[in-house]
Nanobody, 121 residues
Framework: QVQLVESGGGLVQPGGSLRLSCAAS????????MGWYRQAPGKQRELVAG???????NYADTVKGRFTISRDNAKNTVYLQMNSLKSEDTAVYYC???????????????WGQGIQVTVSS
């Protein structure tokens, strides 16, 4: 059993900052990519940022220069520092991990339950 638990969301004014955390726990052998997705009302879920276990990173164009993803491999935790937040960043943010639960087993995607981020004055 694998669990991804997000924390750090909430309400913030435009221009403000939030830091999201996601801790993976359970029967984890190795984690390849960890990342953050978001889904706004009426829109499809989209990738925000991803980071590999050796530190390669990619960002959505809409968040480049404002958001920073990082990872603590020892803690199986990924973070998303969000600065200069805009109203269009309002969404439910989901943590994702591409991981395997045993030696030689196929990797699968696991998802957190989602956490609300609201940017409003």
């Amino acid at each position: 059993q694998v669990q991804l638990v997000e924390s750090g969301g909430g309400l913030v004014q435009p221009g403000g900052s939030l830091r999201l955390s996601c801790a993976a726990s359970g029967s984890i052998f190795s984690i390849n990519v960890m990342g953050w997705y978001r889904q706004a009302p009426g829109k499809q879920r989209e990738l925000v940022a991803g980071i590999t276990n050796d530190g390669r990173i990619n960002y959505a164009d809409t968040v480049k220069g404002r958001f920073t993803i990082s990872r603590d491999n020892a803690k199986n935790t990924v973070y998303l520092q969000m600065n200069s937040l805009k109203s269009e960043d309002t969404a439910v943010y989901y943590c994702n991990a591409d991981l395997s639960t045993g030696w030689g087993t196929t990797r699968h995607d696991y998802w957190g339950q989602g956490i609300q981020v609201t940017v409003s004055s």
